[in-house]
């Protein structure tokens, strides 16, 4: 017996067993004549015991179990999968977690090099004051400390408000997040994340105060009291810092930025596959007819009978029908299927497919056109030849350059000896789980022969048609259709309800919504990036236009055109933002690559969203510049230099 599960699986009866632990689960598939049964195993792993060998465990708990039965279901086959609890449950949200951690320490970034820069200036223009209190016996440290309290003040001050605005947010947010992010139930601010969310910004007020600390201790008091705090030059390698400083801005609000541009871009790719149905105009719901009311088959088939011509006769209905399980659906389904004449490769697995049962019109209410062959008709019963329709996904891979009509395949296992099921329709490419997923086989089966098609290990009490999703397509909006819709089944039967009754077009929406939310989340931050950046650049640029007020007084004095001194301060903004966009190409060269699981059909290199960026980022540097660039040109030369 292996050591992390006891299988609760013996020969001749198989039944579901749950144990919810908050550790890890097992997922084991009986793979037999009809198809596939799913049964969740929970167990708990022993210390120090891995997935990897949790799975070797359970493979070989499998085997040995299947060596028990008898030679008669010698053809059903355990494949069990070992996944732990935390990856089952967040796993696929992972990579947007790790890219909205990226987000915000671009943004907590920028912020921190605005705020030191701002901290630098607000240094510089009080060299006089420092250079008193220094010549009046004031220690270093003394000064030290004073800028270094500054600046700790500013990041607490900014902290707490950050902490308010993100209480008041966090409500407003919370309602706007898809319904399929994981545990957003547990969104919220608790001690835990206030202290870590204060000591972040204490920490980041004392690296931003460092630098300028260290400024205000090596001011020369000589030359500061000589020059009287008015103009002149900062003085030794401030003015240099403070263009890296604004190039660093740039450089990740360019990352930010592309890596907005390339969701975008993919988010814009994804709507414009086609999805092989028609989604307008279509209205979905699903029902399940409990076995207490609806416990033959003749009660399941005179229900959907009457509901499908009740539902006919509803003022704008085109076309009426019903499956097991509906494109771009949360269902999911699969079986197991054997096409005639087929040998696989060596070392291939199991043969998959989606089996979704139909009833009706099912294919016209829905839209999904049926490019060869025919529909299921009326004379497509259970004493009839068994017929399907498979998409082309499937004939391709099976029959490539074939007719696929006339083809025939099983359900099941080569080993299993079922009835086989001729092809008479071809459908287009339908995407069943959403536009970024794959294409898979599909194989669908006519409500009224699937009993037929389900051997002889079937459960007793199957019954065909007992639960699904109603299609139903009119020519009015699928929202004035639902009360119709609702009315018809309270006529047939006043206590059965229909859950997840809405348009096609919304079904579509809420499978997209993980997409678009990722999206519109880290465009915020390039937003708030691209702002932070603006802001930075103009301090730099004003501060600098400042100190070069007398230079520039001179040059107008002597004859040069406004014009031109314009074009002096906006050429230093356009060289610090060529410098930024070089160093953000790079930077995205790296960065971007970490989200290509994000991406659909989008390069993460792609050159017109990094051209596209860079010429925003170079937008944000000159228009950053013109104001300071008018303010200077506009100055009175001899006003200037009677001043100074």
Avoid at 382 to 411: C, E, F, M, S
Wanted: a positive charge; aromatic letters at 6%; hydrophobic letters at 50%.
């Amino acid at each position: 017996m292996p050591r992390e599960f006891e299988f609760p699986l013996v020969p001749g009866q198989l039944s579901r067993s749950e144990l919810w632990v908050p550790m890890s689960f097992m997922q084991a598939e009986l793979v037999q004549g009809a198809g596939n049964w799913g049964y969740n195993l929970v167990g708990r792993l022993r210390p120090g015991v891995t997935a990897t060998q949790a799975q070797q465990d359970a493979e070989g708990a499998a085997q040995e179990i299947m060596r028990n039965f008898p030679p008669a279901l010698a053809s059903r086959r355990i494949h069990p999968n070992v996944v732990m609890l935390e990856e089952a449950t967040v796993g696929e949200a992972r990579p947007l977690v790790r890219m909205l951690f990226l987000a915000v320490a671009v943004v907590l970034f920028i912020a921190c090099a605005n705020l030191a820069g701002l901290l630098l200036v607000r240094v510089i223009r009080h060299r006089r004051e420092i250079s008193v209190r220094r010549a009046l016996g004031a220690s270093n440290a003394v000064v030290f400390r004073q800028r270094l309290l500054e600046a700790l003040l500013l990041s607490a001050g900014g902290g707490l408000l950050g902490l308010a605005l993100a209480a008041v947010g966090l409500r407003v947010g919370v309602s706007l997040l898809p319904e399929t992010l994981p545990r957003i139930g547990s969104i919220g601010l608790d001690w835990q994340v206030v202290g870590f969310a204060l000591g972040v910004a204490l920490v980041t007020g004392l690296l931003c105060g460092l630098i300028p600390a260290i400024a205000a201790t090596r001011t020369r008091v000589n030359d500061a009291l000589k020059e009287g705090g008015r103009t002149g030059s900062a003085g030794g390698g401030q003015p240099l810092l403070r263009s890296v400083l604004v190039v660093l801005e740039l450089a990740v609000a360019l990352v930010l930025l592309t890596a907005s541009g390339l969701l975008l871009r993919s988010f814009e790719k994804m709507r414009s596959v086609n999805l092989g149905l028609k989604t307008d105009h279509l209205l979905t719901a699903k029902y399940a007819l409990p076995l207490q009311l609806y416990s033959t088959q003749a009660a399941v088939d005179a229900f959907n009978l009457r509901l499908s011509t009740r539902l006919k006769q509803l003022p704008g209905v085109e076309a009426v029908g019903a499956a097991t399980e509906i494109p771009m659906s949360t269902d999911y389904g699969q079986a197991t299927f054997t096409p005639e004449g087929y040998v696989p490769q060596k070392g291939a697995g199991l043969n998959i497919a989606w089996p979704p049962r139909v009833m009706g019109d099912f294919f016209r209410a829905a839209g999904i056109p049926i490019v060869r062959g025919r529909d299921f008709t009326g004379a497509d019963t259970a004493d009839a030849p068994l017929v399907i329709i498979v998409n082309k996904t499937l004939a391709d891979k099976y029959w490539p350059g074939q007719d696929p009509i006339g083809k025939r395949l099983h359900r099941g296992p080569r080993e299993a000896a079922l009835p086989w099921l001729t092809v008479v329709g071809e459908i287009g490419e339908v995407k069943q789980y959403g536009a970024d997923s794959p294409t898979l086989n599909q194989i669908y089966m006519a409500s009224a022969q699937a009993k037929a098609d389900a051997g002889p290990f079937a459960p007793p009490k199957m019954l065909t048609g007992n639960f699904g999703s109603i299609v139903l397509r009119a020519s009015l909006p699928p929202e004035q259709m639902a009360d119709g819709l609702r009315a018809a089944v309270r006529a047939i039967d006043p206590q059965l309800p229909l859950t997840d009754v809405e348009s096609m077009d919304r079904v579509v929406a809420e499978g997209e919504a993980p997409q678009r939310f990722n999206a519109a989340v880290i465009s915020c931050f390039a937003a708030a990036a691209l702002l932070l950046s603006l802001l930075g650049i103009y301090s730099v640029i004003a501060f600098s236009a400042a100190l070069r007020t007398q230079e520039m007084a001179i040059r107008l004095a002597l004859g040069a055109q406004r014009a031109a001194v314009m074009r002096l301060i906006l050429a230093s903004a356009v060289k610090l933002g060529v410098a930024g966009c070089g160093l953000g190409v790079i930077g995205a060269y790296f960065a971007t690559r970490l989200m290509r699981s994000m991406l659909f059909q989008v390069d993460p290199l792609d050159p017109a969203v990094l051209t596209l960026a860079a010429v925003c980022v170079l937008l944000v540097a000159v228009a950053a510049s013109v104001i300071p660039a008018r303010r200077v040109a506009a100055i009175d030369p001899m006003r200037a230099l009677h001043e100074d």
